[in-house]
């Protein structure tokens, strides 16, 4: 049976709603998303993440977004911001679109914040950066312990849209990369990494675009069909010099449904060949009743598609990424452990 790691600290983080078209709207990324998948897998073993030093971040990450993920509340906090405007939550107001101006260093917080957030919907409040780093742990860890047996790491915040310099979509360090990265560094590459996640992992392709030792592989809505990332997942992104076909998007339509899907994770896992381990980015957006996207998958899309991950029989790390409807999340989830169990025989 496949474990899970888990930590209470990804609870910490509350974003409190989001910032969307410059509306402060609910939000969907919420803490109760950890406790109902946790219920969902009431029975099945668990265990902590061990801490690792802040350092091992950087292994896919420039060391001033950590800085600054880091600090940027407390930075935040001091400069007063809570009270006046009344805003708790760190927000940037710019964003320095062009290129080069990375050497400099505005001296407001709500500025510095715009060098690395892709948007206003990624808040960064009191317990975000412990929650954040709980979720890098669980996803270093399971990525440190994973042998034959698939493992799961049960990240929260999310990671997928997270890049080398920039955080967003919910997403602040991206969890999937970091264990990918742990996998080469234990020999157990080429990885693939198949996101099965309702969005493009932009962050994810942004890391790894230019190598060929990981492979990045995401079903996901059609960005150019006015869904987020908006700007990237497109299926002439193939990747560059080394990584020249080491990336693959499969873009589709909304309200697809299984049968496309599936096609596509079919397609997702052939690109898979010749991998020494896997990372799954486990979003379970694409289901029928998710607030977040318009795919409408079944949850015997989901245990399908585990099915055909476990059938690769390869070492396999899969870390949670998005999936937002909580009367269904946590059988989801489950749903697709049990298919990947079911097809390993695990
Ligand atoms: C990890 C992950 O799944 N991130 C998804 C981020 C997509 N967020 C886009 C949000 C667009 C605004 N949603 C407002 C819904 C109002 N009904
Ligand atoms: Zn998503």
Known sequence: MITTVTDDATLAHDPEGEVWVGVPIEGTESPGRVTVIREALAGRPMMNPTPHPTSDLASVHDPELIGFLETAWDRWSES?????????????????????????????IGAVAGLFAMDTMTLIGQGSWRAIKAAADCALTAADRVDVEPIYALCRPPGHHAGPAFYGGSCYLNNAALAAQRLIDRGLGPVTVIDVDAHHG???????????DVRYASAHV?????????FVG??????????????????LEPGSGDGPWLDAIVRLCQFAAGSGSLVISLGVDAAAADPESPL?????????????VGELGLPAVIVQEGGYHLPTLGGLVVAFLQGVEAGGGW
């Open 80 to 108: 007063g911001y809570p009270s006046d405007p009344g805003q708790s939550k760190v927000v940037p107001y710019v964003f320095p679109a062009v290129t080069g101006v990375k050497g400099r260093r505005p001296q407001s």
């Open 202 to 212: 932009n962050g994810t392709q942004e890391i790894f675009y230019r190598r060929r």
């Open 222 to 230: 059609d960005p150019g069909r006015g869904w987020f990332p908006h």
């Open 234 to 251: 497109f299926a002439d992104e193939t990747g560059e010099g080394e990584g020249l076909g080491a990336n693959l998007n499969e873009p």
């Open 296 to 308: 409408e998958v079944t949850s015997s899309g989901y245990a399908r598609a585990g099915r055909m």
